[in-house]
Nanobody, 127 residues
Framework: VQLQASGGGSVQAGGSLRLSCVVSGRTFSSYALGWFRQAPGKERDIVAAISRSGDDTYYADSVRGRFTVSKDNAKRKIYLQMNTLKPEDTAVYYC?????????????????????WGQGTLVTVSS
């Protein structure tokens, strides 16, 4: 399984970006998926997660109401729509796949549960 993230860039505060991540592998629809981010000097923390059914989502408190996670099984992609960006959103964003989720509605929230990671895409938000 390989993941390739794209869509990062530089934007002013209040702007928007959409991250995409294409996932290889024959059973994309069976994966739970997530987005994490890591700012300089900080740990990699979860931003959003989506269950393999697509019916359940999770958002970190810091992004809830501004970010939206979604997936397209036909295109084998996961997306992160980021609106009303703030300087504190500046980080490298990583997509990740949990290829053995515990159920259709399982949300993988810990780094350790994810077994495949993308290379990261940098998002810089200026004030």
């Amino acid at each position: 399984v390989q993941l390739q993230a794209s869509g990062g860039g530089s934007v002013q505060a209040g702007g928007s970006l959409r991250l995409s991540c294409v996932v290889s592998g024959r059973t994309f629809s069976s994966y739970a998926l997530g987005w994490f981010r890591q700012a300089p000097g900080k740990e990699r923390d979860i931003v959003a997660a989506i269950s393999r059914s697509g019916d359940d989502t999770y958002y970190a408190d810091s992004v809830r109401g501004r970010f939206t996670v979604s997936k397209d099984n036909a295109k084998r992609k996961i997306y992160l729509q980021m609106n009303t960006l703030k300087p504190e959103d500046t980080a490298v964003y990583y997509c990740a796949a949990d290829t053995h989720p515990y159920g259709d509605n399982w949300l993988s929230l810990s780094r350790e549960k994810y077994d495949y990671w993308g290379q990261g895409t940098l998002v810089t938000v200026s004030s």
